[in-house]
């Protein structure tokens, strides 16, 4: 099967990693991808939210399956538009349409759909620049820290946690008045802060069947024991310990049956990955946000643990046949150390040399903010690769990840030297 992923960053790579692993697998291409994906697939120089150059691509070279890493091409439509379109129609596609996709595209669409389903979640009330002065007096009544959010896609940047009630209502008013955040925040949703251990949870559905991923817990903080400002991601670490079977089968019955009962009916064909982000609050879970398709770093430890065929599953869930599918989960460790250029994630530099790769022998690359030029390869993002190591044990997996990150070099290169610490005391 010809397949197209499209992306650019290390979810993307992981995702082409594990589909030139599959017998099903002819030709791969990436759309617009970076050098780490060159290596084992096309890259297209197209951008992935540029539906039309995104079909003559697919008609020309005969694509059979479309997989959609991020989440912007999903909120803007790109299955409709393949739908919409007589000779794209038998294209296969893993990904949901725009309306599965306002899980993530929209904050208030996602509370008020955990609220109807009844998915635990902490409490919330929405505001606009018209109801600004409710909002100012609803926070007013509320405990602190308090958590604001875009309603809207933010590039991640989108939620502030405010500590005084100052800085509650100073941020709601830069957010709603002065377009803090640009359309993303027309709507804020105000949500009580919630105490606990975040972890991911991730399911893979076709709409009426589901797989539930390997959980990954992931490290947003730029600084090491979580401090600083907050990034893409800095690492993760699959499977969670305090992920117990006790815990899971809560998610199961309270989080996944809800959100896929909610979804059919709602009348929403949902295929694709449902990222579900969780507090473990107290011993039960509670939702956080849903995304519409897989995290990054996240991927970068999940689909290194699943042993079935890749391709097959994707192939499986597109032709809504995943109860048919066959899934299986390695009890392995794993660990992503992510290696990112100095100054992000404010101001970084591109278009440094990455040397020292080729040395690493017992962890997995990932290439992210990277493109090959001229046989070399360059920086060119703020978070440039991720390094996975693998073990039956914990500490020999973050071993391996940690000496992955130490080999990779480039000028100004940072990460942390803590990922996965904390789970050890579990």
Known sequence: MNTLILGSGGREHAFAWRVTQSTLCDKLFVAPGNAGTAQIATNLPISYNDFEKIA???LENDIELVIVGPEEPLVKGVRDYFQSREELKHVLMVGPDAHGAMLEGSKDFSKNFMVKYGVPTAKSETFTKDTLEDGLRYLEAQKLPIVLKADGLAAGKGVIIALSLDEAKESLTEM??????????????????????????????????????????????????DTGLNTGGMGAVSPVPFATAKFMEAVENQVIKPTMAGLKAEGIKYNGFIFIGLMNHEGEPYVIEYNARMGDPETEVVLPRIESDFLALMIATAKNKLHEADFTVSKQHAVTTVVVAGGYPGDYRKGDVVVGYDSVKDATIFHAGTKPENGLVLTNGGRVMALTGMSNTLEKAIQKSQKAAQDVLFDGKYYRKDIGLDVLRY
């Open 176 to 225: 709603l008045v002065d377009a803090k955040f640009g359309d993303a925040s027309s709507k804020v949703v105000i949500e009580e802060f919630l105490t606990g251990i975040e972890l991911s949870v991730f399911v893979l559905t076709d709409g009426d069947s589901y797989k539930i991923l390997p959980e990954a817990k992931d490290y947003k903080r730029i600084g090491e024991g």
């Open 56 to 58: 003559e691509a697919v």
